[in-house]
């Protein structure tokens, strides 16, 4: 199967009458004169689910926010483009060739839920994709596209749990990127914090904010969340149908997905399958398959859900099939190990990526979490001893208790599985056998330049306080930026 281009397409669109050229407006028209929900029912029936990691069904969470609209303050669509997961590039690169189509997505999504704001969220260090989306929103707008509708791109933090949906939510609102309790439609405005000083259930933190419930009893505006990827594949299925829609792909995950693939192949690169392609199909196609004289070893889907060895490398690109084999498609990032690579090494990268980032409102996500990324690196270097490993398994096991948010559970699926489907790595360190080896560095992507993905090389000096200095504090972040609201930039 070739590589597709349903929301990549080939060159860059240049401007909004390219755009419409090539089809562009067809979801927006077809929106407008269909009854909200009819439009809701479209997507539902199209199956599309949410790009942006958990493959939640879109359709079912527009009409939840939909049903769940406040009274009193109208609802915002937020579309994630913070682009954090390690590997992976796909939604800037959506937003460079065609930001039109994220736009008329989220101008759909905003019919289908009765919001009068939408917020792109992407990071300030995005500096292209901020000044194209800018210039197709400005672009739009004078064209009449946005009647009614307030468009705005914010330019969040660098840090991973800005993507988490919660987590932006909070940001948007002027604190920091601490992922909040359940429920995640909820848009945390100053209401929501007031009324938890107001019955004594908080300071003014988000990690305070537990009891924004649906409805509308504390009167904030429901948010929709949705993936660059999940809203661009809107219009299609507007203006084509679910049917057309469903012809591609699974069953289960209709469609295509943006993969990209770095680590060691012959190139990085990003594109476009049919779902359902196999893994090893989807390598070989956006990343040229292993390095000359290397075989692959295992594939690790961002640092989400566990690493895929070789011997399942023909398990197909789809939600179901990689949960049926343990792991998980995530945000469509492969970052690929060959015979070369020291698993000992990444899961050390790993640890270190996800402790780090991990904001310390659970105590064990970050206490355990550093604990086990000092116990593997220390693995890598080669300098702990055997009975360690029996410590790291410990550790594994508790690093995601009582997790608010999910990131506790990855360092738990993605280590765990290291650890138990390539043992011997870990073994042939403590015994001597294998050289010693720093942690692997693992964090988020800056650049595809031509075939070479560029890393976030600055993360290395991250200190477990999110901040740059040379000694970290030892105060986690959510006790650090115990203030009301963040500063631009969160390192200040
Ligand atoms: C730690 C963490 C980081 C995340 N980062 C992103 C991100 O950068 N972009 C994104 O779209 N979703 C990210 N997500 C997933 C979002 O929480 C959420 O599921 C998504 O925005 C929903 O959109 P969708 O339904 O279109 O996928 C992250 C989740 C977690 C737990
Ligand atoms: S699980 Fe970790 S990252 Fe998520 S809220 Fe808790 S401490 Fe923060």
Redesign the pocket.
């Known amino acids: 199967m070739p590589l597709v281009h349903r929301v990549l397409p080939p060159q860059p669109i240049e401007s909004l009458e390219e755009y419409v050229k090539a089809r562009g407006g067809r979801g927006i028209d077809a929106a407008g004169h269909e009854d909200v929900a009819a439009l809701i029912a479209v997507v539902e029936a199209s199956g599309l689910r949410?790009?942006?990691?958990?493959g939640?069904p879109?359709g079912r969470?527009w009409r939840t926010v939909r049903e769940n609209a406040s009274d009193v303050l109208a609802t915002t669509v937020v579309v994630?483009g913070?682009?954090?997961?390690p590997g992976t590039f796909k939604d800037r690169t959506i937003m460079r060739l065609d930001p039109y189509a994220v736009v008329e997505g989220a101008l759909i999504a905003a019919r289908a839920v009765g919001a009068r704001s939408i917020v792109f969220g992407l990071k300030r260090s995005f500096v292209p994709e901020i000044s194209r989306m800018r210039a197709a929103i400005a672009e739009m707008q004078r064209e009449g596209w946005a009647e009614g509708i307030d468009l705005s791109v914010f330019e969040g933090p660098d840090e991973?749990?800005y993507?988490?949906?919660t987590a932006l939510l909070e940001t948007l609102d002027g604190r920091y990127p601490f992922p909040r309790i359940a429920p995640p439609f909820r848009r945390g405005v100053t209401e929501l914090v007031e009324h938890a000083n107001d019955v004594g259930t908080g300071s003014g933190l988000s990690a305070h904010v537990e009891m924004a419930v649906p409805g509308g009893e504390t009167g904030a505006p429901p948010a929709l969340?949705?993936?660059v990827e999940?809203m661009a594949n809107v219009p299609r299925i507007v203006s084509r149908g679910a049917d057309w829609f469903r012809t591609e792909g699974t069953a289960e995950s209709p469609g295509t997905i943006v993969c990209t693939v770095t680590g060691s192949t012959r190139r990085a690169g990003v594109g476009e399958v049919l779902m359902g392609t196999p893994l090893r199909e989807v390598i070989d196609l956006i990343g040229g398959g292993p390095r000359r004289g290397h075989r692959v070893k295992a594939v690790m889907p961002g640092v989400s859900s566990a690493v895929i060895p070789e011997h399942l490398l023909d398990t197909p690109v789809s939600y179901e099939a990689l949960a049926a084999i343990g792991s998980g498609l995530g945000?469509g990032s492969l970052i690929v190990f060959d015979d070369s690579d020291d698993l000992a090494a990444i899961a050390a990268g790993v640890s270190r990526f996800l402790a780090i980032e991990s904001c310390g409102q659970c105590t064990p996500c970050k206490r355990d979490g550093l604990a086990l990324a000092d116990l593997l690196g220390r693995v890598s270097r080669s300098e702990a001893p055997a009975h360690k490993l029996i410590q790291i398994r410990d550790l594994v096991n508790t690093v995601s208790d009582g997790a608010r948010?999910?990131?506790g559970l990855q360092h738990e699926a993605v280590v765990g599985s290291i650890l138990t489907g390539f043992g011997d790595e870990f073994q042939a360190h403590v015994d001597g056998s294998a050289p010693s080896v720093e942690p692997a560095l693992i964090t988020e992507l800056v650049d595809l330049e031509g075939d070479e993905a560029v890393f976030n090389e600055r993360h290395r000096s991250k200190q477990p306080d999110w901040t740059y200095n040379a000694e970290d504090s030892g105060k986690w972040p959510a006790e650090r930026l115990d203030e009301h609201r963040a500063p631009q930039r969160l390192e200040d």
């Open positions: 949410g790009r942006g990691g958990a939640f879109t969470k994630n913070a682009e954090g997961e991973y749990l993507g988490e949906e969340v949705d993936n999940t945000a948010c999910y990131l």
